[in-house]
Nanobody, 116 residues
């Protein structure tokens, strides 16, 4: 069993930055494929970015490409999402997801609110 805990969310002005962290406990994190998702009010959950086990491969949704950076530190069992140049439309609850072919874990989510 893996527990994922997100942190680093909050309120920020448009154009500002936040760094989200997803800390895993329970089992070594290094073998998990990790992704960040988000869900805005009234909308479906959507993928934001993902990263493979070693950090050598990443993916970004078009809406965040060039502004967000996903990274991981397996020694610290943590995955990060650096969010720069935040826009109003980035306001959402952000979720961390970790999976292998056999299991799939979600964090509880953390609110990010971008104000004008």
């Amino acid at each position: 069993q893996v527990e994922l805990v997100e942190s680093g969310g909050g309120l920020v002005q448009a154009g500002g930055s936040l760094r989200l962290s997803c800390a895993a406990s329970g089992r070594p994190f290094s073998s998990y494929f990790v992704a960040w998702f988000r869900q805005a009010p009234g909308k479906e959950r959507e993928i934001v970015a993902n990263i493979n086990w070693s950090g050598s491969s990443t993916y970004y949704a078009d809406s965040v490409k060039g502004r967000f950076t996903i990274s991981r530190d397996n020694a610290k069992n943590t995955v990060y999402l650096q969010m720069d140049s935040l826009k109003l439309e980035d306001t959402a609850v952000y979720y961390c997801n970790a999976r292998t072919t056999a299991v799939n874990y979600w964090g509880q989510g953390i609110q990010v609110t971008v104000s004008s």
